[in-house]
């Protein structure tokens, strides 16, 4: 709607008395900046960054403790340093002769990596406008505190002032800082929600600190997707991207009833992982109902439609699934695996060893097709398996037997 020249003039004098001029430009107007970015010299964490470190960027890494947020960050400032970087790595929580302790095993002993052990906040901005530095580590975020906010260190003031300052640092002096946060009992990121939201990037590290493969996931990231995931392998030189993670997450040996194998995706990637379900009778009048690795709720619906179409009578028993290797899944390609794993367990018949199960199961009873059928058949046939149980015939070629199960009476019909 166009303005009166009155509302016009009236709009101008506003203007003027108020000393601003109209900044606001058409989007067709604005000029297109290309994200430049850099290798930390590890290619799974390039590959979660959407392609390598941005300068300036301020990222985030969560994770429980010892998943490996200290080893990884500290042997990219390794490899930095020894492609000449200067790397400085502030440490709240260990002494500068802790942490040369680790980059002995991690091979991260560089002369351009610089250690300073410091909580005041004032200190590590003074220390960096001294000495110019390519890349900064924070660990962590809760230990730092500053001298202007009255408050201990980890308080919502003080984590978010902090944060601010990195952010306004990283950005004026295009440096990009890596903080590390604590993770509450809860699974979330230490501190106030507002913290996420300022950083750029938001990686979080998931698996077992007992296992040896840990996944590093994007759950926010300014500068590319965060559909993919990296996975790397904790071994005595720290952690290191897993090269050969085909064969990780399942066996191969004598077939076992209530185990089913499936391919799930993890961004690009397909994962070809185990499926372990157990079924007993229940000794108390509720049954139990347990998950590692799969959401509980989604398995309860699973059992009531089992129940609803088969008849099955799983208000008797106790069901247990687990998913081989500490890996979460997070899509239902696995429903199909996961019914076929159950109906094994329950009837005490173990299925093919050949055999993939993959489609996703609806309160209806009826299967249906999941995404990137032909990346996951063709890691599943590189990996030995010859047969696949699917919603529909693949519209593509593919040298494995391919099975149609429409819905899940014909799955216990292929059984």
Known sequence: MELSAEQQKMMAEISQASGLAPKAKPITQIEDEEVTRFSSGDSELDLVLGGGIVPGSLVLIGGSPGIGKSTLLLKIGGNLAKRNSKI??????????????????????????YLLSEIRLEAVMAEVSQNGYDLIIIDSIQTLYSDSIPSAPGSVTQVRTITFDLMRMAKEKQIPVFIIGHITKEGSIAGPRVLEHMVDTVLYFEGDASREIRMLRAFKNRFGSTSEVGIFEMTHEGLVSAKNIASKFFSRGKPNAGSAVTVIMEGTRPLVIEVQALVAESGYGNPKRSTTGYDASRLTMLLALLEKKLDLPFNQYDVFVNIAGGIKINEPAADLAIIAAIISSFRNRPL????????????????????????????????GFSKAILPNKPSFKTPMKCYVAEEVAKVVEWM
């Open 88 to 113: 400085l790595y502030v440490s709240g929580e260990e002494s500068g002769a802790q942490i040369k302790m680790r980059a002995n095993r991690l091979g991260a002993n560089h002369e351009s990596l």
């Open 352 to 383: 093919s060893d050949e055999s993939v199960f993959i489609g996703e199961v609806s309160l209806i009873g009826d299967i249906r097709e999941v995404f990137h059928l032909e990346q996951r058949l063709r890691e599943a046939q590189t990996l």
